[in-house]
């Protein structure tokens, strides 16, 4: 066996045994050799530990996608917990949906300190039209002569 191929090798048997930080020195140094499932599995075990910047990285080394579903599910919990900061790198990295967007705004609305961003966050994921205005009911009025 090769020595990369070696290297990879037991890569993944560090994976398998939690060592991710190894596991990922081996992979970045042996890139070419690392297959999608190797990249995609040691993101799934770095999302675990919520290493965030070391998932962004790994995915754009191995060319896989980023878990954009889990990376929203843990924006949503910083949102709970109003770590709102993190929550808008999360959402932004996941592409998050307007629905979202819109749940942030609301709890920003609700943190005068915090405006800017709140009118940074809805020009750029809300549009800047703001919502339209209920439509008056129109009477209708016969001609008298």
Not at 62 to 83: A, M
Not at 84 to 108: C, G, I, K, P
Not at 109 to 127: D, N, Y
Request: hydrophobic content about 40%; glycine content about 6%; proline content about 6%.
């Amino acid at each position: 066996m090769p020595a990369r191929e070696s290297e990879v090798l037991v890569g993944r048997r560090y994976l398998e045994r939690g060592f991710l930080d190894a596991a990922m020195k081996l992979f970045i140094r042996n890139a070419e050799h690392v297959g999608p499932e190797d990249w995609t599995g040691l993101a799934d075990r770095l999302m675990e530990r919520n290493r965030i910047q070391d998932v962004v990285r790994v995915c754009e080394l191995g060319g896989v996608p980023l878990p954009r579903e889990r990376l929203l599910e843990v924006g949503d919990g910083h949102l709970r917990r109003k770590d709102l900061d993190t929550t808008v790198r999360l959402y932004e990295l996941a592409s998050a949906d307007r629905e979202r967007w819109a749940r942030l705004v609301d709890v920003l609305s609700g943190i005068p300190e915090r405006e800017r961003l709140a009118i940074r966050i809805a020009e750029s994921h809300l549009g800047s039209a703001p919502e339209p205005m209920p439509m008056p009911q129109q009477r209708h009025m016969k001609a008298v002569k």
